[in-house]
């Protein structure tokens, strides 16, 4: 079993995770992982602002037990979905967390007819990247300054053709892997 980088076992937790809609009755514990998560967090505004808009949003917390231990967002458009944001507590990473989440993206964007899933994401954000890339993302440019707090610049990556049945072959595949890890 690999070891995460503080020497912790890589554990996966995916047999006990559970997804549900987000409610304003998570947004404490979101809030402590969006602080540890971002340099620039979300206000507790904006999430109560982005839940208020039920039409073309989608949020879900992951859950272990009563802990959230990670959350994603996601705007739909008519033909492509974007990534609002997406954390996973520093001490459930390397768990199945994040990939759990994007599966859910992906599910949810094809229910809404969406042909591409976009994103940014801080250009020294390499661990982040990897798991987009995982999932058929690649950058398409870049946000100059994007993060006004540290200044640096973010990639605007894509995933296209999410409908086609090869795209449907790569999530099929990382389901897979996720599941023979628990």
Do not use: C
Request: proline share 4%; charged share 25%; no cysteine.
């Amino acid at each position: 079993m690999a070891a995460a980088r503080d020497g912790r076992p890589e554990l996966p937790v995916t047999a006990s995770l559970q997804l549900a809609p987000m409610r304003r009755r998570d947004l404490r514990q979101v809030m402590a992982i969006e602080r540890v998560a971002f340099p620039e967090p979300w206000s507790l505004q904006i999430f109560h602002s982005e839940l208020a808009l039920r039409r073309g949003r989608v949020y879900r917390v992951a859950r272990l037990g009563r802990s959230v231990v990670g959350y994603m967002g996601l705007m739909l458009g008519e033909e492509e979905a974007h990534i609002t944001t997406i954390a996973v507590a520093p001490e459930h990473q390397h768990r199945g967390v994040a990939t759990t989440l994007m599966l859910e993206v992906f599910r949810q964007a094809l229910e809404s007819g969406a042909r591409a899933v976009s994103l940014e994401v801080a250009v020294s954000n390499e661990r982040a990247q990897a798991l987009y890339r995982r999932f058929g993302f690649a950058p398409v440019g870049v946000r100059k300054r994007y993060y006004p707090v540290t200044g640096e610049d973010a990639y605007v990556m894509v995933a296209e053709g999410i409908d086609t049945d090869r795209f449907a072959e790569r999530l099929a595949n990382i389901e897979a892997a996720l599941r023979s890890r628990s």
